[in-house]
């Protein structure tokens, strides 16, 4: 293991296409201990194909991307062992009870089948999923079935945890619950990196900021460093600014309006 100020996350040159267009351009970018990173940017700016490679779940890709100082080209995939993954949409198995993919993401993740249902068992009591543990997890919830993502990201306690809009579906206690859980395992080293569209949650949560656009970081530091950098209010007036939008309530007014049209000459 390296130093404490060592990165937990070191990309450098970053490039990736998919077919015909070039979705990464360049990402140069360091990750350490302790930090939460709300990684942001407008729909298709590559937040997820960022995330998918580190995970080792895409390839192709040109650049170096080292997790916990190892080259993860190198083939040694003893690191994902130190992660943990939320992905957007996720393929839960439905048919399953909340035990029983709890305890099988615990062993896949080398926990022993006992000691990871006494932990899901515990996390799922404590955000309030005591009553439908033993129940099958098509019968759940948006926010149950996030409820159980989360769990199993962290069951095995990750120095590293990749989320993808985290928060989604959860109600407003539970927001606080898993915001305050971040902070926490921020507090002791652990490193948070994740996307969402809330602007007003990533402002509130992340330690760091950083937005791409483009292929390209445009933005990187704490909330109160891109306000000193001369960009104005909110965090979604700052991101609107950066990536140049502000046609918001143009296209709002013409969205109404198509609703609207009661005779139209054409409908060409
Ligand atoms: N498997 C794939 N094959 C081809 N193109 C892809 C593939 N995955 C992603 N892309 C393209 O790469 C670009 C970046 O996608 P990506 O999912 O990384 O964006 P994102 O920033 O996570 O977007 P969102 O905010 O909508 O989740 C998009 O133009 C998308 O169409």
Redesign the pocket.
């Given at each position: 293991m390296g130093l404490a100020d060592d990165p937990v996350i070191a990309i450098s040159g970053l490039w990736m296409n998919?077919?015909d267009?070039m979705?990464l351009k360049g990402i140069d970018l360091k990750v350490y201990r302790g930090q939460i990173i709300g990684y942001i940017?407008?729909?298709?700016?590559?937040?997820?194909?960022?995330v998918?490679i580190m995970l080792g779940l895409?390839e192709g890709y040109n650049g170096k991307v080292e997790i916990f100082g190892k080259d993860i080209a190198d083939g040694d995939v003893s690191y994902k062992k130190r992660i943990g993954y939320v992905p957007?949409v996720a393929e839960l198995y439905d048919s399953l009870t909340a035990r029983e993919y709890l305890t099988f993401v615990g062993e896949l993740y080398g926990l022993g089948r006992a000691e990871a249902d006494y932990k899901a068992k515990k996390l799922t009591t404590l955000l309030g999923l005591e009553k439908s543990y033993d129940m099958r997890i098509s019968s759940f919830s948006k926010g149950m079935k996030q409820k159980v993502l989360l769990i199993s990201s962290m069951l095995h306690d990750p120095d590293i945890l990749f989320l993808?809009e985290p928060l989604s579906g959860l109600d407003a206690n539970s927001v606080m619950i898993v915001k305050e859980i971040f902070a926490s395992l921020a507090a002791r080293g652990k490193t948070i990196f994740y996307?969402s569209?809330i602007m007003d949650v990533v402002e509130k949560i992340s330690s760091r900021i950083i937005l791409?656009d483009g292929g390209d970081i445009v933005a990187d530091g704490s909330f109160a460093e891109l306000k000193e950098k001369g960009r104005e209010g909110t965090l979604e007036d700052i991101f609107n600014q950066l990536t140049g939008f502000d046609k918001y309530r143009d296209i709002a007014g013409e969205f109404v309006a198509v609703m609207q049209e009661q005779e139209v000459s054409s409908y060409d």
């Open positions: 998919y077919t267009r979705v940017g407008p729909n298709g700016a590559g937040k997820s194909t960022t998918k895409v957007e993808d996307s569209h791409i």
